[in-house]
């Protein structure tokens, strides 16, 4: 069975903190994602990666950053968390044309 | 700019009978669609998937239409049941070497009433 997870479901931290949320895929996926869903917003991409240690930018990556050092594991990074990322955070990996979610993690920086 | 758009942010249906929710989108390149459906604090579950060279894919209870010309596509559950009742987003994607990221609309909030 597809499974993806996410280091935490909620997550609180203080403005300008460096937060890192981590996402683990066990399908051997090539494709992995990130997004933000926000209300009356959808889901938005942020970053995006097709291989170990590639990127792309999604469509909004400003004060964002990821990293992907395994195939297994792809990071998400805020260098300095601001209020306006207060959010919640969504990883995906895909195969074929489907992509499979990971729980979510709820993201509140005060 | 929004290229999937779900113009209707909620709908509410009583069980037993159709729901229908919409989705049109800008560009004519995207050549796969999908319909997820999330319940809240959960990521969004796959549900059901329709490719360009098709107009009609069905599921159990969930249909899914696509008019090309009109760049329209919806989603029929029928009978609806309460437990349907969850944000459903539309997705399209790009037949592209970039990953397959996949273009999202806002959401649509169903509500099934007993």
């Known amino acids: 069975d597809v499974k993806v997870t996410q280091s935490s479901r909620y997550l609180v931290k203080r403005t300008g903190e460096k937060v890192f949320l981590e996402c683990v895929q066990d399908m051997d996926h090539e494709n992995m994602f990130w997004y933000r869903q926000d209300p009356g917003l959808g889901l938005r991409l942020i970053y995006f990666?097709?291989?170990?240690?590639?990127?792309e930018k999604g469509d909004i990556p400003e004060g964002y950053s990821v990293s992907r050092e395994k195939k297994e594991r792809f990071s998400l990074i805020l260098e300095s968390a601001s209020t306006n990322q207060t959010s919640m955070y969504l990883c995906?990996?895909?195969?074929?044309?489907?992509?499979?979610f990971g729980p979510g993690t709820r993201l509140t920086v005060t | 700019d929004q290229q999937v758009k779900q113009n209707s942010p909620s709908l509410s249906v009583q069980e037993g009978r159709i729901s229908i929710l919409n989705c049109d989108y800008t560009n004519s390149m995207f050549d796969y669609f999908l319909w997820y459906k999330k319940y809240p604090a959960e990521g969004p579950t796959f549900l059901i998937s329709i490719s360009s060279i098709k107009d009609k894919n069905e599921d159990g209870r969930f249909t899914v239409f696509l008019n090309k010309s009109a760049k329209h596509l919806s989603l029929h559950i029928v009978p609806s049941q309460p437990g349907d009742s969850a944000v459903y987003f539309c997705?399209?994607?790009?037949?592209?070497?970039?990953?397959?990221?996949?273009?999202f609309g806002k959401g649509t909030s169903l509500l099934v009433t007993p």
């Open positions: 997705a399209a994607s790009l037949n592209s070497n970039s990953g397959y990221a996949l273009n």
């Open positions: 990666s097709y291989d170990v240690k590639m990127k």
């Open positions: 995906a990996s895909r195969h074929l044309t489907e992509q499979y």
